[in-house]
């Protein structure tokens, strides 16, 4: 079983800067796919970013494209998302996943974008 605690959430106004973190416990991240999603208010959940694994390709939405940046500390078993240039839109539950089919989430943290 992997265990995934997500940090990092918070209240920024737009323009501003956060970055995610994911520490997982119960299983090495570096061999698995991993991924942030997150859900608006009203909204279905949404991806944001994956990567592969450990070195392996990563993908975002369109709509966080060259904002966003998904990355892993091996050491720390940690994903991040640093998120840059935020806009309100970006406002909603982050929540970060992982294994085949995202078998495994987080609980979520919050950010909020005020504009």
């Known amino acids: 079983q992997v265990h995934l605690v997500e940090s990092g959430g918070g209240l920024v106004q737009a323009g501003g800067s956060l970055r995610l973190s994911c520490a997982a416990s119960?299983?090495?991240?570096?061999?698995?796919?991993m991924g942030w999603f997150r859900q608006a208010p009203g909204k279905e959940r949404e991806f944001v970013a994956r990567?592969?694994?450990?070195?392996?390709?990563?993908y975002y939405a369109d709509s966080v494209k060259g904002r966003f940046t998904i990355s892993r500390d091996n050491a720390k078993n940690t994903v991040y998302l640093q998120m840059n240039s935020l806009k309100p839109e970006d406002t909603a539950v982050y929540y970060c996943a992982g294994g085949e089919r995202w078998r495994y989430w987080g609980q979520g943290t919050q950010v909020t974008v005020s504009s």
């Open positions: 119960g299983r090495t991240l570096s061999s698995i796919a």
């Open positions: 990567s592969r694994w450990s070195g392996g390709s990563t």
